[in-house]
């Protein structure tokens, strides 16, 4: 009786054990678009009274193609509403030089990476003594970019597919800019035969 009634603790301790692992684990098979943590950067522009408003996503399994890579972006921004007086007014309280009134434009950016192994989904800014590793380390893993102001909502959009192999890893293959819907530029890296 003991010795089944042992045998049963240790299968309900090794059930609980294996949940509590696998719910621990993140879902890397679920494609995300989330605000990378630490990375939020308001830059104030005295001289043209500008406010910057920039924020870093990391986008998980994003896709390969660029025209579904800017459907994604779109259904993200969908759900990513900007408050511009809100935003105008967390700067007034965070920046000193700032007066109220002062501000005469927003510049949104928003930066989008692929996950990598320099850029995992986990990752952190580092500003140790020997050591720093910032966002803007990682430029090879920027994948898009979407920029606009409060005066014009019109979005503009650089979609850039990057190399993943080591000889090319983080070289352009093809880039895309559009205003909206509307394509203005594009590139596609020729390759040697």
């Known amino acids: 009786m003991k010795k089944k009634l042992k045998k049963r603790k240790l ?12 719910s621990c684990q993140k879902d890397t098979n ?6 990378i943590n630490d ?3 308001t830059g104030w522009s005295i001289d043209s009274y500008v ?28 759900n990513y509403p900007l ?9 007034e309280r965070s920046i000193s030089t700032i007066e109220e009134g002062d501000v005469k434009k927003v510049d949104v950016e928003l930066y989008f990476y692929r996950e990598s192994h320099d850029l ?10 020997f050591s720093i590793d910032r966002i803007d380390h990682h430029k090879e893993d920027l994948i898009a970019s979407v920029c ?8 503009r959009y650089s979609l850039i ?17 559009y205003y909206e819907d509307e394509l203005i530029e594009s590139f596609v890296e020729e390759i040697d035969e």
Not at 30 to 35: G, P
Not at 83 to 91: G, L, M
Not at 148 to 155: A, E
Request: net charge negative.
């Open 11 to 22: 299968l309900i301790l090794v059930m609980c054990s294996f949940l509590l692992i696998t």
């Open 30 to 35: 679920k494609k995300q678009i989330f605000e």
């Open 39 to 41: 990375t939020k950067q």
């Open 51 to 78: 406010l910057t408003y920039r924020r870093h996503f990391m986008m998980t399994q994003p896709a390969e193609d660029l025209n579904e890579l800017k459907a994604e972006i779109d259904n993200f921004l969908l």
């Open 83 to 91: 408050d511009f007086e809100a935003i105008i007014e967390e700067a």
């Open 120 to 129: 995992p989904i986990d990752w952190k800014p580092d500003e140790g003594y």
């Open 148 to 155: 606009w102001t409060d005066l014009d909502q019109g979005k």
């Open 161 to 177: 597919k990057k190399g993943k192999e080591k000889d090319n890893y983080g070289d352009v293959i093809e880039y895309l800019r």
